[in-house]
C-alpha cells in the first residue's frame, strides 16, 4: 500500500522519514505501522475518557469529552490514512467525515460531529458556556465507541490492536 501525501507530511513531522523506499528507523514506511499507530493513539485517549468517569464527582467531565473527541477524530484519520485520502490537519470531525467514502457509513449524526468538535475546541477553554455534565460525558464516550467499533470494521485485523 502506498502512503497517501498527507501521510507522508504526518510521518515528516513525527516519525522517521522515508529515503529511497528506507527508512532511517523501522517504521513509517510501512502504511500498515503508520495507521496502527493513529489506531494506538486512538485507543490511548478512549481509555484516558473511560478512566476519568470513574472518579465519580471529582471527574474532570471536560477532560473526558475531549479525550472522547480525539478517539474519534484519530480512528477517522486512521481509516483516511488507510484508504490513502489526504486530509487537513483540522479536529473538525464534519470536515473530516465527508472527506470518508460514501460506502463507508460512519455512525455520527451532525449534531454529535459537532458537539464533539466543540469539545476539541470551544470547551477546552475558559469561557460563558455551561459546565459539561457527567451525561454529557458519559454520551460522548458512547459515540466514541460507536463510531470506534464501526470504523474498525472497515480496517484489516493487521492494523488493530487490542
Do not use: N
Amino acid at each position: 500500500m502506498r502512503l497517501s501525501a498527507i501521510a507522508i507530511r504526518w510521518g515528516r513531522l513525527f516519525g522517521p522519514r522515508c529515503v529511497r523506499g528506507r527508512c532511517y528507523m523501522s517504521g513509517l514506511c510501512d502504511s500498515a505501522h503508520f495507521v496502527r499507530q493513529w489506531v494506538e493513539k486512538a485507543e490511548d485517549d478512549l481509555k484516558v475518557s473511560t478512566y476519568l468517569l470513574t472518579m465519580g464527582h471529582e471527574c474532570p467531565y471536560s477532560a473526558v469529552c475531549f479525550h472522547a473527541q480525539q478517539c474519534v477524530e484519530k480512528y477517522i484519520k486512521a481509516l483516511l490514512v488507510y484508504y490513502g485520502i489526504d486530509f487537513p490537519k483540522i479536529h473538525d470531525l464534519t470536515k473530516l467525515t465527508r472527506l470518508v467514502p460514501a460506502e463507508m457509513l460512519i455512525p455520527l449524526s451532525d449534531e454529535e460531529q459537532d458537539k464533539l468538535t466543540d469539545y476539541a475546541t470551544v470547551d477546552r477553554y475558559p469561557g460563558d458556556r455551561e459546565p459539561i455534565t457527567d451525561a454529557e460525558a458519559e454520551e460522548a464516550v458512547s459515540i466514541a465507541r460507536r463510531v470506534r467499533e464501526a470504523i474498525r470494521s472497515f480496517l484489516p485485523p493487521e492494523v488493530l490492536t487490542h
